[in-house]
């Protein structure tokens, strides 16, 4: 399991190859984005990451990129997605130490479906869609054609009174209260979760695993551990 997370992490890590060694060629130049540092060299300043829903694992990347340009983070803040990043990069380790590779860790390692804990047909749906991008598509295409086709032989059914045709418009009108009734459940069902249809505990309980392992579990703790933390960093204040 181990070797197989740090395959993930080193795949990853190679395709983003030519921004790391440019990372690592503006930390050798020394070049000045703050007036505070360390005895090491490390450059600090205040980051407010904003949300991206999935999308946001790429402040994961984005934080990576700097660390190994030598930029550390003393106040963190952000929504959302940046809220997570904010949070772990806060918990793990110290100011001084580089944590984004110990978070691409922790990533590399859950998986993400996991995380759709609401109904159970809900996670073979969305493996569905990730693996065929026309899924959703046809399912919508499908569901529009079903009532435009019942609209289109009412039409016709005012025109051609045969008992064989009333009973086809009528089976369509049948199919088309089903999904009605389906697409009206689904609504109420997003309204009853509050407008969610996975609970999230999940997520919390490895948020709270990652949390734990750090000592880092409580917002006591947190605070404490980056009081701790400023306390034994020397900063140095550039004139």
Excluded at 83 to 96: E, P, R, T, V, Y
Aim: hydrophobic share 45%.
């Amino acid at each position: 399991m181990e070797n197989e997370i740090s395959t993930k992490i080193k795949k990853y890590l190679d395709k983003i190859e030519v921004q790391i060694q440019e990372a690592k060629a503006i930390k050798e130049s020394k070049e000045v984005f703050s007036d505070t540092t360390d005895s090491e060299g490390n450059q600090y300043v205040n980051l407010v990451q904003e949300g991206g829903s999935v999308l946001g694992l790429a402040h994961v990347g984005y934080t990576y990129i700097l660390e190994t340009a030598g930029i550390r983070f003393w106040k963190l803040a952000g929504t959302s997605a940046g809220a997570i990043n904010a949070i772990l990069l806060a918990a793990i380790d110290n100011k001084s130490d580089i944590k984004s590779e110990k978070i691409l860790g922790y990533i590399a390692e859950k998986n993400f479906v996991e995380f759709v804990d609401g109904p159970k047909w809900l996670p073979d749906v969305l493996k569905k869609s990730a693996s065929n991008s026309g899924y959703m598509l046809n399912l919508v295409i499908f569901m529009m054609g079903i009532f435009m086709l019942t609209v289109i032989n009412l039409i016709f059914l005012s025109i051609y009174h045969t008992p064989i045709y009333a009973k086809f418009v009528y089976f369509l009108l049948v199919v088309s209260l089903v999904l009605t009734l389906i697409l009206l459940s689904i609504w109420f069902l997003f309204k009853k979760l509050h407008w969610g249809i996975n609970p999230g505990n999940d997520f919390r309980k490895w948020m709270h695993n990652i949390l734990t392992r750090n000592n880092a579990e409580t917002l006591e703790k947190l605070k404490k551990k980056s009081l701790f933390e400023c306390g034994k960093l020397k900063l140095e204040i550039s004139k």
